[in-house]
């Protein structure tokens, strides 16, 4: 069974940053692809960023390049989203995501991806 959790979410100011994380099995770093999906009230989930299991390619939506970074410690089996010059329009529920062979581009469908965490609330403030 496969769990992912994340933290890290709170509110914060236009143009500030927030760090999330998610913890994972050391299998599921290792063998996965890891990905981070955000929905905002009345809307869909969507895509955000993915990194394949050996973490050499980066995937991001167009909304979020060059503000956003992925990343995966392997060693501490946590999966990041380093999120800068946040704006209003980023404010959502984060949830990380995993699965075994999803498609890869800069756009993927939720439904590519098998496991999720809980989600975790950020909320940026004009």
């Known amino acids: 069974q496969v769990q992912l959790v994340e933290s890290g979410g709170g509110l914060v100011q236009a143009g500030g940053s927030l760090r999330l994380s998610c913890a994972a099995s050391e299998r599921t770093l290792n063998e996965l692809t890891m990905a981070w999906f955000r929905q905002a009230p009345g809307k869909e989930r969507e895509f955000v960023a993915a990194?394949?299991?050996?973490?050499?390619?980066?995937y991001y939506a167009e909304s979020v390049k060059g503000r956003f970074t992925i990343s995966r410690d392997m060693s501490k089996s946590t999966m990041y989203l380093q999120m800068n010059s946040l704006k209003p329009e980023d404010t959502a529920v984060y949830y990380c995501?995993?699965?075994?062979?999803?498609?890869?581009?800069?756009?993927?469908?939720?439904?590519?991806?098998?496991?999720w965490g809980q989600g975790t609330q950020v909320t940026v403030s004009s």
């Open positions: 995501a995993a699965d075994a062979n999803p498609p890869l581009s800069d756009y993927a469908s939720q439904y590519d991806y098998e496991y």
């Open positions: 990194q394949r299991w050996n973490g050499v390619i980066r």
